[in-house]
């Protein structure tokens, strides 16, 4: 009984420090945080390989875990509409308004402005959906 314990304590451990690292790698992160109505919530990742980690949190049509596959031209789109962003602006952020969350190469922006990353949005929607 003893050592079943700590087996699975040590899987778990092991597989939860395995999914950290990977998201770590991750290209892009893109995220949606909550308010007090029924805004979305959901986490998705994206590497550079075309994989996608998605989770769908809240008040999304696609809830739980889900992995899509992005072609290479849809990775390079992606990546070219990332560099018409300025991750060190700065903006104040106001109570009970869902946040943009977007982080990458350790760069983080969070916005209430969809404007400013508008057609980013555009392509990170047509993927879950």
Do not use: W
């Not at 314990?5 to 990977?22: D, M, N, P, Q, Y």
């Amino acid at each position: 009984m003893k050592y079943s314990f700590i087996i699975l304590v040590t899987f778990f451990i092991v597989s939860c420090s395995s999914s950290k690292h990977l998201k770590e790698d991750a290209l892009l992160y893109y995220g949606k945080t909550a308010c007090l109505g029924k805004c979305p919530v959901f986490d998705m990742y994206i590497f550079e390989d075309g994989k996608v980690m998605y989770e769908g949190l809240k008040n999304v049509d696609l809830k739980g875990k889900h992995e899509f596959k992005l072609t290479s031209k849809e990775i390079e789109e992606i990546k070219q509409e990332l560099e018409t962003i300025a991750f060190s602006s700065e903006e104040k952020i106001k109570r009970d308004v869902p946040n943009v969350v977007l982080k990458i190469k350790g760069n983080k922006l969070v916005t209430q402005h969809k404007e400013k990353i508008k057609n980013l949005m555009i392509l990170l929607e047509k993927i879950k959906s």
